[in-house]
């Protein structure tokens, strides 16, 4: 039996009908000459819901074997496909998680697709700080005792959103929090956006769901070698209670003409993960921990081996760094305030070397800062975007309401969220980013919105 069944499908699909008179309109690469010249045979694996390719929003054939592939992988009771990236998989978890009422518990420093999540619920949320590395000042995520004292404090609270690991690749004690939350019958959602590949190697983090984790959010584009836009929603034997609301929340959010190219590249890496995730990830662990350098972030917690963070004394330094390997055909994922990140990709990686060499005579950073600690606060990001608002200068701000997400992009991780007080340690920290000619998402020319008051 086939372990690609929906691949096999679109497949025979693709090489035995002759005419397609439904939609896409390129009808499989006659109607886009320009598609089929950019890259030559793609469209002919770009299809549409038909009786032998099933249907995601009902699956019974192929796709539904595709999906208990996944599910088998990653040891769920099931697993959802999903075309809209992570963000989709943690709207659609918040949603189902919420569905019935109560308040999300979550990290300052979780993604910006809470926000989205949050407002479908129309939930209030409750944000609790992270720890700190007490050197690198790098987020550890939060801690199972903050998290208890959040879930003490707001008993309303249905479920807590995880980043499993932090985008440095830090492993929160999953369990540990886990066990907290489901102490006070509490869900746990992992958003492991970058952790789908977590379990497959020994040398990596134990995988969320063995952790604890309810509900989790494997980013297969992100950490599992799928097609961008790619990832899976897992549910543990903690969530088949349920599972109607799970389907509910993912019909309504997810596209009715799912992409089967991104579905089979999912197939695939899940196919691939089965036979031998050693193959994919033997040489690439290897070259990467090859990256010795004193100024490598290493804490005391589990690691992605994979993810090589590197810290500097100064941003400028940071930005030279990033700039003399770009010289050299190598880019990185980001940097940012003295902080550059690499993620080597599966299987052999291509001139790591240079960044092996590069890296290895950097000096150790001074220990950071500590920065302040924020208390519990709960905010209700529906109620602040449908206020009346007002724009105000960036440095005017302090104390105002925010009105609006405010990122700095990569990583998309907000500085301020929509309902809450703005503090002077955020405007500075948004005017160093800005400084430096980065990206910051909710921001205009120095204006940004806030509730009127």
């Known amino acids: ?17 002759r005419a397609r008179l439904h939609v896409p309109a390129h009808g499989g690469g006659p109607g886009s ?12 694996w770009d299809v549409t819901e038909q009786p032998e390719l099933d249907d995601l929003s009902h699956p019974d054939g192929p796709l539904a074997a595709a999906q208990d592939a996944a599910a088998q992988l990653y040891g769920a009771a099931q697993a959802h496909y999903l075309t809209g990236g992570a963000t989709q998989g943690v709207h659609a978890a918040v949603l189902a998680s919420l569905l019935h009422g109560g308040a999300l518990l979550a990290a300052r420093d979780s993604h910006r697709s809470l926000l989205g999540a949050a407002l479908l619920a129309n939930a209030d949320v409750v944000l609790v700080s992270p720890e700190r590395d007490p050197h690198f000042g790098v ?3 939060p801690s199972a005792k903050s998290v208890g004292q959040a879930l003490a404090e707001h008993p309303d609270i249905r479920a807590v959103l995880v980043p499993y690991p932090t985008y440095l690749g830090i492993a929160p004690d999953l369990g540990a929090i886990a066990r907290e939350a489901h102490a006070h019958g509490v869900l746990t959602i992992a958003d492991a956006a970058h952790g789908a590949h977590f379990g497959w190697h020994p040398a990596l983090p ?46 309504l959010i997810g596209t009715s003409s799912p992409s089967y190219i991104l579905m089979t590249s999912l197939e695939q890496a899940v196919a691939q993960a089965a036979r031998d995730p050693g193959y994919l990830l033997d040489s690439a662990i290897a070259a990467a921990q090859r990256v010795e350098s004193a100024a490598r972030v290493m804490t005391g917690l589990p690691q992605d081996p994979l993810r090589v963070a590197l810290q500097f004394d100064r941003p400028d330094l940071a930005s030279d760094f990033c700039g003399r390997l770009a010289q050299n055909a190598l880019r990185g994922e980001y940097f940012e305030e003295g902080l550059a990140l690499f993620i080597v990709p599966f299987g052999p990686p291509r001139h790591i070397d240079l960044l092996t060499k590069a890296a290895r005579d950097l000096s150790r950073p001074r220990p950071a800062e500590p920065g302040p600690v924020l208390p519990l606060e709960r905010i209700a990001p529906a109620r ?19 009105a609006d997400v405010v990122s700095v992009v990569p990583p998309g991780i907000p500085a301020l969220w929509p309902g809450e007080r703005i503090s002077q340690a955020a405007v500075e920290t948004l005017q160093r980013a800005l400084s430096q000619g980065r990206r910051v998402m909710g921001i205009d020319q120095q204006w940004l919105w806030v509730v009127s008051e």
């Open 1 to 17: 039996m086939s372990d690609t069944p929906l691949t096999d499908a679109v497949r025979r699909y693709r090489d035995s009908v």
């Open 33 to 44: 000459p320009w598609l089929d010249a950019l890259f030559p045979g793609l469209a002919g």
């Open 139 to 141: 987020s550890l995520g």
């Open 206 to 251: 134990q995988a969320p769901l063995a952790a604890g984790a309810d509900i989790v959010v494997a980013g297969m584009h992100k950490s599992g070698g799928s097609l961008t836009q790619t990832a899976i929603l897992l549910a543990g034997d903690g969530a088949l209670g349920m599972s109607d609301d799970l389907a509910l929340a993912l019909r």
């Open 384 to 402: 602040a975007l449908r206020a009346r608002r007002t724009r105000r200068i960036l440095q005017e701000a302090v104390g105002c309401t925010a």
